[in-house]
């Protein structure tokens, strides 16, 4: 197992395009994080997945931004009608199903808008 | 809601020598806390986790944090740091309120060890 993988790992884009990220949790890990991070903050909350049901969701997360996991494994992160704004690192982290663990990230995907 | 301060952005310090990170969060209620450590140009690795028990916590490289709860403060420290200690580190709080335990991170403290 090789951990948390994001692809891809850089998106340029024009803005009012449509981009779509994918993540791939540690096999046996049943919750899925999305956070954002921009340059000189920390990684904020977006969204959260228990096996394939969508259980929480950030106001950050506006309705251009769509998420969802099916079957439970890989996750998908869409954003449409991209705007200048949404240039970020975008990262993707599991944690097993213990009441508490430590969740593990991906290196993200850095999306540029133009 | 639960938020997490990292009052320095930047500490620049010299090899060899101590330093601290610090981290405040703003509610007292059992909270989970980390420490996570961005090299360049790669991931957020864990460095250290408070979940419960022993107050002080330690990493496999030296680095150690003190939950202190009435101060409700978790300040990440190193006795003598080295060139590759140089990273960004965020203090991180699991918001398990909601069930999810999502995390609430700072902003981040940028360390420049220098030589």
């Known amino acids: 197992d090789t951990g948390v993988s994001q692809n891809p790992r850089h998106k340029i884009t024009k803005r009012g395009q449509n981009v779509t990220f994918r993540c791939d949790p540690i096999s046996e890990h049943n919750r899925l994080y999305w956070y954002r991070q921009t340059l000189g903050q920390g990684p904020e909350f977006l969204t959260y997945f228990q096996n394939e049901a969508q259980l929480e969701k950030s106001r950050l997360l506006s309705d251009r931004f769509s998420a969802e996991r099916p079957k439970g494994s890989f996750s998908t992160l869409e954003i449409q009608r991209t705007e200048q704004g949404d240039s970020a690192m975008y990262l993707c982290?599991?944690?097993?199903?213990?009441?508490?663990?430590?969740?593990?990230f991906g290196p993200g995907t850095r999306l540029t808008v133009l | 809601a639960q938020s997490v301060t990292q009052l320095d952005s930047q500490v620049p310090v010299f090899e060899e020598a101590p330093v601290e990170l610090r981290c405040n969060y703003s509610?007292?209620?059992?909270?989970?806390l980390f420490w996570y450590v961005q090299y360049p140009n790669q991931g957020l690795q864990l460095l250290l986790k408070?979940?419960?028990?022993?107050?002080l916590v330690e990493s496999i490289n030296g680095f150690e944090a003190e939950f202190n709860k009435s101060q409700t403060s978790f300040h990440l420290r190193k006795p003598s740091v080295h060139i590759s200690d140089t990273a960004e580190y965020f203090c991180a709080v699991s918001d398990f309120n909601s069930g999810t335990y999502k995390y609430i991170f700072g902003t981040g403290t940028r360390l420049k060890v220098l030589a």
């Open positions: 509610s007292s209620v059992s909270v989970y």
């Open positions: 982290a599991s944690s097993s199903g213990l009441a508490v663990s430590e969740q593990f």
């Open positions: 408070y979940l419960s028990g022993s107050t």
